[in-house]
């Protein structure tokens, strides 16, 4: 069957596909490759059935092969048609096969395919009445009506809702949209027909604001709606338990109500599981853990104080699946597919590795390293209690046992009296006062060949976000509200839609946004000055972490996989393409 597809027999091949097919009907295998057989052929709808029964009989077997994903992410249809549905639906079901990058990515596909639905066009009109005053009284039965009709058509879509359930909406058409809907609902919560019709709907609308940390615009008539639902629910005026829930479940649209009296008054049973576990019980189990974190040292820095008080109030990144499930390797066989150029392989000879994140956020990291690689101890630190608590809920649903997980200051590592075989720091040191002082800290912890994981901001590749910090210092923004509004601004700007800011995931997501365009300390870097960390630290450049196709790109421009270790070629690299490193310098160097 190979061979017939290799020397372009397609059409042998194809029928050898369904000969096979008929007599093992469940393997995986022989329905991807017909779809192969059929892709390559120009027969997109075809191939696209074959990829969905391939994807149906094991995701597994998808997870480890990405057909239907890759398929779904390389084709734009020009209409809406139902395979394409069908397909979007296979895969954002089994989300934990997919992962946190490939679903954020799919996610993002399905949406742009969604806006073909003719649900989504007929309420684009009203998109723009996001931003004003809806005035439903001057509206006629009529239109009111046809709002109504639409917005439940939209809510028994299955993919738009599996797009919104546990994802965020990197897309501002949809979010304009999402935003005129959740009004329109949230101002006509008292209908009850209407209400508990699109009851799963509003569910999956609290649960998507959530999970984008409530960044959506919320108008003053908006609030002063919600500000009366409150006071009903907690003057007990509302009495119907399946009233109360869907007014709970409104306001959830808007506020996190994981510590609010009005939850408390009612029994959990009565809530939507899928938000009691999220937005309610999670949060809880979040605040007894962070009672458990040990620490390594009292947080003095001035600027670490400010960057802790930062992630207490938005902690980073929120993520529910990791990249790592289901996937296994040892410490050797991880480090040798990276692609890296060591100098010694006395890091290896080691029975079990010691390994430290710096920096380690909300467990993300940590918890995918300790589900990939077997053979290692992990310590992971990191300034904000309240991402740790979230790191150590994650580890624990992960049932990983290999982590250790302290709150205190990369300044203070030597607290720790242990050297490491590996140290990691990702998206951290450009956040202190002194970078130098962390670069220093880490290195003194690092065994000699030892291996070093840095991610650093690219100055180059962050140039179109200096508008944006310059003019968020400005606005000197302290609250969560005037940090939404500040985005509104821009997104109501003129030319908004050209704004390179859009291409930036974190732009739709509080605590992500906050990162973006006001941190509290930031530093950039260049090439240059990388090298000059690298030779001051006594340190040994192994490569840059190859994503997105980084290498091939790279020897594509160079004719030559020769320079691939050498960062002046980089430095020409870059400067011939600037968005290389918007996602961070993420490289690899190892002690000499």
Not at 312 to 331: A, M
Not at 471 to 495: D, G, M, P, T, V
Not at 499 to 528: A, P, R
Not at 558 to 566: E, K
Request: charge should be positive; include cysteine; glycine fraction near 4%.
């Amino acid at each position: 069957l190979e061979q017939y597809i290799k020397s372009n027999q397609l059409q042998k091949a194809y029928d050898l596909g369904l000969e096979l097919i008929k007599t093992d009907n469940k393997n995986p295998y022989l329905y991807s490759i017909t779809g192969d057989i059929l892709k390559k052929s120009n027969h997109f709808l075809e191939a696209l059935n074959y990829y969905i029964k391939s994807a149906k009989i094991d995701p597994h077997y998808e997870k480890i092969n990405s057909k239907l994903y890759d398929f779904l992410m390389s084709t734009n249809p020009s209409e809406y048609i139902d395979e394409w549905s069908n397909g979007f639906e296979i895969l954002l079901s089994n989300k934990k096969y997919l992962g946190h990058t490939k679903l954020n990515l799919i996610t993002s596909k399905a949406i742009k395919y969604f806006k073909l639905n003719q649900a989504f066009v007929n309420l684009s009109k009203y998109s723009e009445n996001s931003f004003i005053s809806l005035h439903l009284e001057k509206m006629s039965e009529n239109e009111l009506s046809e709002i109504k009709t639409n917005i439940s058509d939209l809510s028994s879509i299955k993919v738009f809702l599996l797009c919104l359930e546990e994802c965020r909406v990197c897309d501002i058409e949809a979010e304009k949209l999402l935003t005129f809907v959740r009004k329109f609902i949230l101002l006509n919560i008292y209908d009850e027909v209407f209400s508990l019709k699109i009851s799963d709907f509003i569910e999956i609308l609290a649960l998507n604001s959530f999970f984008n940390d409530y960044i959506f615009y919320i108008s003053e008539e908006e609030t002063i709606k919600l500000d009366e639902i409150e006071n009903k629910l907690q003057a007990n005026k509302i009495t119907k338990t399946q009233d109360k829930v869907i007014n709970i479940l409104a306001i959830s649209m808007y506020r996190n109500l994981s510590n609010s009296p009005i939850i408390k008054n009612l029994k959990s049973e009565y809530l939507p599981l899928k938000f009691y576990k999220y937005c309610i019980l999670n949060p809880y189990k979040e605040k007894n853990l962070i009672k458990s974190v040990k620490t390594f040292g009292k947080i003095e820095n001035k600027v670490s104080s400010k960057v802790k008080k930062q992630y207490e109030i938005f902690p980073y990144p929120q993520w529910i699946y990791s990249d790592t499930y289901l996937q296994k390797t040892n410490f050797k066989e991880y480090i040798n597919s990276l692609g890296l150029k060591l100098s010694n392989y006395d890091v290896f000879k080691k029975f079990e590795k010691s390994i430290l994140i710096a920096g380690c956020g909300t467990g993300k990291e940590a918890v995918e390293y300790g589900e990939l690689i077997s053979d290692i101890n992990i310590t992971a630190v990191d300034l904000s209690s309240k991402s740790l608590g979230y790191a150590l809920r994650k580890s624990s649903e992960s049932k990983i046992k290999n982590i250790n997980f302290l709150q205190g200051d990369i300044l203070n590592l030597q607290n720790l009296n242990k050297t490491f075989d590996l140290v990691m720091s990702n998206g951290v040191i450009h956040h202190m006062e002194d970078p130098n002082a962390g670069f220093s800290s880490i290195n003194k912890c690092l065994k000699k060949n030892g291996l070093l994981k840095l991610s650093l901001y690219s100055e180059i590749a962050r140039r179109n976000l200096l508008e944006y910090q310059d003019l968020a210092k400005s606005e000197k923004i302290s609250s969560h509200l005037q940090l939404r509004n500040f985005r509104n601004k821009i997104i109501k700007c003129e030319n908004f839609k050209s704004k390179q800011i859009l291409d930036f995931g974190d732009f739709y997501n509080s605590s992500t946004f906050k990162d973006l365009v006001l941190h509290e300390q930031e530093h950039t870097f260049n090439i240059q000055k990388i090298k000059e960390v690298i030779k001051r630290l006594n340190l040994k450049f192994c490569g840059f972490q190859n994503t997105r196709g980084l290498y091939n790109k790279f020897i594509q421009h160079f004719r030559s996989s020769q320079n691939l270790y050498d960062l002046d070629y980089w430095e020409e690299f870059e400067e011939k393409y600037p968005d290389t490193f918007s996602a961070m310098y993420q490289f690899w160097c190892q002690k000499i």
